[in-house]
């Protein structure tokens, strides 16, 4: 018998027997990724449509509060732009008040878009609480940046009054709405122009500027708690906390706080009483036309 030949005979057998073994071992490895790759593929296109879904709603709600809110992007909520305030009262991380220019009606369309619950609010507008300006007397004279943040870092400000407008102008600047001009050295704010964003609240290093009604007939000119005498040795036109407006007051809207008139605009029915009975002429009229 020719061994050598069914030597070569078995080992082409046990050859083919194992590419046999090989080529079924890659099958089954084939099919097996090919069932994962299956499975990855169904599960990220199910991720992918839910993500959309939920994607389009939460844009969806997004978008339409953006499209109600005023537009102004002026940041006096404390964010960026209006975008940036929608995306955190879609958060529930703010609320509809802290937006001041935003009208009412807007504003209860957003709180039905977001459910929620928003009481009805007054419009208001940013006033200057001081009339000191040239009457008001100097510490030392400023010639640094003119600016009343610069200057306010150097004994509070040059004006011996330390509630007294610096009159740099730093809240002029800072208005989106032109609504600020100076006179005599004070700033004075256009409520027809005035959008209350509170731009120029945040930049008066002197905290001089408050919120009122739009509606106010009257506000107090003065922000400093000092007793009269102090102030009549720093300022021709501060209140020296003499009452009269108080007493005067037909609405007992005034009460005296901390040597300062406070208003109630609530009752306040705009008689003037309080401006007429003034003596250092404190207490103005608010709107240009009941002068």
């Known amino acids: 018998m020719n061994y050598p030949i069914l030597q070569m005979l078995a080992l082409a057998a046990e050859e083919a027997q194992e590419e046999n073994l090989a080529s079924d071992l890659f099958t089954k490895i084939g099919i097996s990724a090919a069932i994962f790759c299956g499975i990855a593929l169904v599960l990220t296109v199910l991720i ?4 959309k879904v939920c994607k389009i709603n ?5 978008e339409q509060v953006i499209e109600n809110l005023a537009g102004a992007n002026c940041g006096g909520c404390g964010c960026s732009g209006c975008a940036g305030f929608a995306e955190k009262l879609c958060k529930g991380e703010a609320t509809l008040s802290d937006c001041h220019v935003t009208d009412a009606e807007n504003k209860q ?3 039905k878009i977001l459910g929620l619950e928003i ?3 007054e419009r208001t507008v940013a006033c200057v609480m001081c009339s000191g300006g040239s009457n008001a007397n100097n510490l030392y004279k400023y010639n640094g940046i003119d600016t009343c943040v610069y200057e306010a870092q150097l004994f509070k ?3 011996m009054c330390n509630d007294g407008c610096l009159g740099n102008g ?6 989106p709405e032109r609504a600020i001009t100076m006179d005599d050295h004070v700033s004075v704010i256009d409520p027809d122009i005035c959008i209350s964003c509170g731009m120029c609240i945040n930049a008066c290093p002197k905290h001089l500027i408050e919120r009122i009604p739009a509606s106010a007939p009257v506000y107090v000119a003065c922000s400093s708690h000092c007793k009269g005498k102090e102030v009549t040795g720093v300022c021709k036109s501060g209140c020296i906390a003499c009452g009269l407006c108080a007493k005067n007051c037909p609405s007992d809207a005034i009460v005296m706080e901390n040597n300062l008139p406070k208003i109630d605009y609530s009752k ?4 003037y ?3 007429a009975k003034c003596p250092r002429k404190v207490i103005r009229r608010r709107h240009s036309e009941d002068k």
């Not at 730093?170 to 208005?175: N, V």
């Open 157 to 159: 400000g040059a004006k």
């Open 268 to 271: 306040c029915n705009g008689c």
């Open 273 to 275: 009483t309080c401006v």
């Open 119 to 121: 009481k009805d609010e």
């Open 58 to 62: 939460s844009d969806e709600k997004l």
């Open 109 to 111: 369309k957003i709180a």
């Open 170 to 175: 730093s809240c002029l600047r800072s208005c």
């Open 48 to 51: 992918l449509v839910v993500s």
